[in-house]
T-cell receptor, first 118, second 112 residues
């Protein structure tokens, strides 16, 4: 099992450019998440998806859109990148043997995408 | 809104000693509290979970306590090793469910 995979690993954008961060998991999990991590701020939730076809805003959704393409894939899009979006982005998934995540179940994280917006 | 505070200063200890990391929160107690380890350039990895009605949980050299009166969780690594050097994150989850709220993490450095 590859677990949670993310592409790309690194990206440099100019202000105003757009891009999509890709995430896939092979653990049959229903729940998927996008976080950003900034120095001294910890992980902050951008968007999450409790199941295929549903998405919800997290703590810091402004400037981002998401798509739950199917059960495996959850993408994050920056339509017009800003320097304030320079960060490390992590995708995560969660779910038990049935695929559904119960309260308290751990989350599994990808390796992250380091994004710089100039 | 809920605030979580972890030791902001890096923790430096000698190999073989016990490392103790703190996670404090405001407002009401979570149903679950999780601890994760994060190595540089990598995603967090789950270590331990403790429930609101549990006082203590152990796993090998790791021990977590949860004091809802103090609104605090302590994470202990006994007989620490240089390989334990990493950043440790606590995360809270409430009964409404679905989302974890993370602290900012504490960097631990274990010197030989």
């Amino acid at each position: 099992n590859a677990g949670v995979t993310q592409t790309p690993k690194f990206q440099v954008l100019k202000t105003g450019q757009s891009m999509t961060l890709q995430c896939a998991q092979d653990m049959n999990h229903n729940s998927m998440y996008w976080y950003r991590q900034d120095p001294g701020m910890g992980l902050r939730l951008i968007y999450y998806s409790a199941s295929e076809g549903t998405t919800d805003k997290g703590e810091v959704p402004n400037g981002y859109n998401v798509s739950r393409l199917n059960k495996r894939e959850f993408s994050l899009r920056l339509e017009s990148a800003a320097p304030s979006q320079t960060s490390v982005y992590f995708c995560a998934s969660g779910g038990g043997a049935s695929g559904w995540r119960a309260i308290g179940d751990e989350q599994f994280f990808g390796p992250g995408t380091r994004l710089t917006v100039l | 809104s809920q605030k979580i505070e972890q030791n902001s200063e890096a923790l430096n200890i000698q190999e073989g000693k016990t490392a103790t990391l703190t996670c404090n929160y405001t407002n009401y107690s979570p149903a679950y509290l999780q601890w994760y380890r994060q190595d540089p350039g990598r995603g967090p990895v789950f270590l331990l979970l403790i429930r609101e009605n549990e006082k203590e949980k152990r796993k090998e050299r790791l021990k977590v306590t949860f004091d809802t009166t103090l609104k605090q969780s302590l994470f202990h690594i006994t007989a620490s090793q240089p390989a334990d050097s990493a950043t440790y994150l606590c995360a809270l989850e409430y009964n409404q469910g679905g989302k974890l709220i993370f602290g900012q993490g504490t960097e631990l450095s274990v010197k030989p």
